[in-house]
């Protein structure tokens, strides 16, 4: 509660600087204890257990994801409800190489912030945690999220991503994550080739045939993948091999025809080899960010205050070339993910180099920058109402207009 003398900006910034040593521990952590897609059964538990002591109803296991949550707090005054998005996945294989350690507790602190003066303001705080952003088994899981309408009754949702430099919210990619299986029949390579079906030339007709491809489609696209079986010997006709691969877009539109051509692709290596096939998405599709400028400036506005030099905020608009399930629930209510800077120097995502600054000094010290600034979003959506209408306007309109 505010006091006489305390403005709630002010509630929030002594919030933030007293329980800051508390979640900078709990960021060391959960970047301790590594965890990937929809298998961080740790990393959530933290944040859930962190979300409990602060007063906030949790609900474990939602939306078809085991280590997903749902934590709310309800003010007894009505107002809008805000959603803050928390990720805490790491990479297969280098750990939190993308900072999803800082993440997670960036929203809880903020969340946690904004719980202090709520009750005086109205509306309702949500932390979503929504775990698997980096892909794979049941990824991208604010897509399930969306799909389940755990945003059917939110009126905005924020979140910020480590990164080398202060920016604001980028578009990114649509992506289809689709397997590609072969069944072929197996036989002697040497002494009866002509009565095997050989699976692995399905697969390579494939690769060729994606690059014949590439020359014809819009440069917006990006198609990746890698071989993950490719059979077991030599000498033995393969009866079975796959291929895993990512197909993106700028928009879910131009995706929808390039997975249609991919699937055409697939059906004549199969008749030409002999083989069967299976072909489709082994997780969540993942949507383009729609951005809504306005909101992004809202958040910014509060930057000077939090401490933010101007010289390291970007003011250009990027064009991310990655993907990720923000973009999901931006097609549905305004959504912006921006980022703060954790290191001094350039770091790339996914690097021996982001992993370490996601436990630096600045990294940890990200935290507090973080979390003041989407508390005091959050605060201006809901005491603003024009400001709020205004948003969902003009997110209406980037809507309709698309990427």
């Given at each position: 509660m505010t006091t006489a003398t305390q403005t709630k900006h002010e509630v929030i910034e002594a919030f933030i600087k007293e329980s800051l040593p508390t979640y900078q521990q709990l960021a060391i952590d959960i970047h301790e204890h590594p965890e990937v897609s929809n298998y961080e059964v740790y990393s959530s538990q933290v944040l859930i257990d962190q979300l409990k002591k602060e007063g906030?109803?949790?609900?474990?296991?939602?939306?078809?994801?085991h280590t997903g949550f749902d934590a709310r707090y309800k003010s007894k005054k009505s107002g809008p409800t805000i959603s803050f998005l928390a990720e805490y996945d790491a990479l297969p294989g280098i750990g939190h190489a993308c900072g999803h350690n800082l993440f997670g507790n960036y929203s809880a602190l903020a969340a946690s912030a904004l719980k202090q003066v709520i009750d005086e303001t109205g509306g309702e705080i949500r932390v979503y945690g929504t775990p698997g952003e980096e892909g794979g088994e049941n990824g991208s899981s604010k897509a399930s999220f969306v799909r389940e309408g755990f945003f059917d009754d939110v009126d905005a949702a924020l979140c910020v991503?480590?990164?080398?430099r202060y920016a604001k919210t980028s578009t990114g990619l649509a992506n289809d994550p689709v397997d590609i299986k072969f069944y072929g029949v197996a036989s002697?390579?040497?002494g009866a080739p002509e009565k095997g079906v050989n699976a692995l030339e399905a697969v390579i007709q494939v690769f060729n045939s994606i690059n014949a491809l590439r020359l014809h489609l819009p440069k917006d696209v990006n198609i990746h993948g890698i071989i993950t079986n490719g059979g077991v010997a030599a000498n033995v006709v393969p009866d079975f091999a796959s291929a895993r691969f990512?197909?993106?877009a700028a928009n879910r539109a131009t995706l929808n025809d390039v997975y249609a051509k991919v699937e055409n692709i697939v059906k004549a290596a199969a008749l030409a080899t002999g083989a069967t096939y299976e072909f489709g998405l082994f997780q969540n599709s993942v949507d383009d960010i729609i951005v809504t400028d306005a909101f992004d400036e809202v958040f910014f506005s509060h930057a000077q205050a939090a401490g933010?030099?101007?010289d390291e905020i970007v003011e250009v608009k990027k064009q991310s070339l990655g993907s990720s399930d923000v973009g999901n629930v931006s097609q549905v209510i305004p959504t912006i993910q921006p980022t703060v800077s954790i290191s001094d120097d350039y770091i790339a995502g996914h690097s021996i180099e982001f992993k370490a600054a996601a436990r630096s000094p600045k990294g940890l010290n990200s935290i507090g920058i973080a979390a003041e600034l989407l508390a005091k979003t959050a605060l201006d959506l809901i005491e603003q109402p024009e400001l709020l209408a205004t948003i969902k306007e003009e997110h209406q309109a980037s809507l309709a207009k698309g990427n």
């Open positions: 906030f109803e949790v609900t474990k296991d939602v939306a078809g994801h991503h480590p990164g080398h002697h390579a040497a990512y197909l993106r933010v030099p101007a």
